[in-house]
């Protein structure tokens, strides 16, 4: 398996824009999750997928952030419209729960977003 | 909401020591885990660790949930070992929302 994969690896984008972000968790895996990391914040939860539903998306920061996932092999964030303090690296992550416990905890290599 | 401290908050070795992280948490959790970012960015998952204790090569871990801390053992260091160590805990009333230490960053030096 090519492990969790996220596109863009880096993305620019002018105040206003909007910004989608992708990822592609392990086959498999029933539970996605998105994250961002900032110097300032440090690593903080945005929202998790269950079974391609949304489960908690109490840590995604205000109206202009949604995320998707239409299916298991894919999910989307989307900000629109950016603002310069939505400069962060965003990670995507997927996992499988089981009775026992969580397996195979997986993070993408992340997308550096930078809004100028 | 919950808090997470981790200790030390950095942490400079020689190659081939041993070293020990701690992340004390202020409730209840039924999830613990513990991760690895490397210098180069890369988050790795090390550890889920609600309680008891694991082993994994050089590294091994130790929650007592009702002492309410975590324990992370790194034997004879190697400089590949470098990075920031998070400990990250779920609350009982929320499986899936995790909270974040800020992290110990770990040096070792050859």
């Known amino acids: 398996d090519a492990g969790v994969i996220q596109s863009p690896r880096h993305e620019v984008t002018e105040m206003g824009q909007e910004v989608t972000l992708r990822c592609k968790p392990i086959?498999?895996?029933?539970?996605l999750f998105w994250y961002r990391q900032t110097m300032m914040r440090g690593l903080e939860l945005l929202i998790y997928?269950?079974?391609?539903?949304?489960?908690?998306d109490s840590g995604m920061p205000e109206d202009r952030f949604s995320a998707k996932m239409p299916n298991a092999s894919f999910s989307t964030l989307k900000i629109q419209p950016s603002e310069p303090r939505d400069s962060a690296v965003y990670f995507c992550a997927s996992s499988l729960v089981s009775m026992g416990g969580e397996y195979g905890y997986t993070f993408g290599s992340g997308t550096r977003l930078t809004v100028v | 909401g919950i808090q997470v401290e981790q200790s030390p908050p950095d942490l400079i070795l020689q190659e081939g020591a041993n070293s020990t992280l701690r992340c004390n948490f202020s409730d209840s959790v039924n999830n613990l885990q513990w991760f690895h970012q490397n210098p180069w960015g890369q988050l790795i998952n090390l550890f889920y660790i609600p309680s008891g204790t694991k082993q994994n090569g050089r590294l091994s871990a130790t929650t007592v949930a009702t002492e309410r801390y975590s324990l992370l053992y790194i034997s004879s260091s190697q400089t590949t070992d470098s990075g920031v160590y998070f400990c990250a805990v779920k609350y009982n009333t929320n499986a899936g929302k995790s909270t974040f230490g800020d992290g110990t960053t770990l040096t070792v030096k050859p």
């Open positions: 997928f269950n079974n391609n539903v949304p489960i908690d």
């Open positions: 086959s498999g895996h029933d539970y």
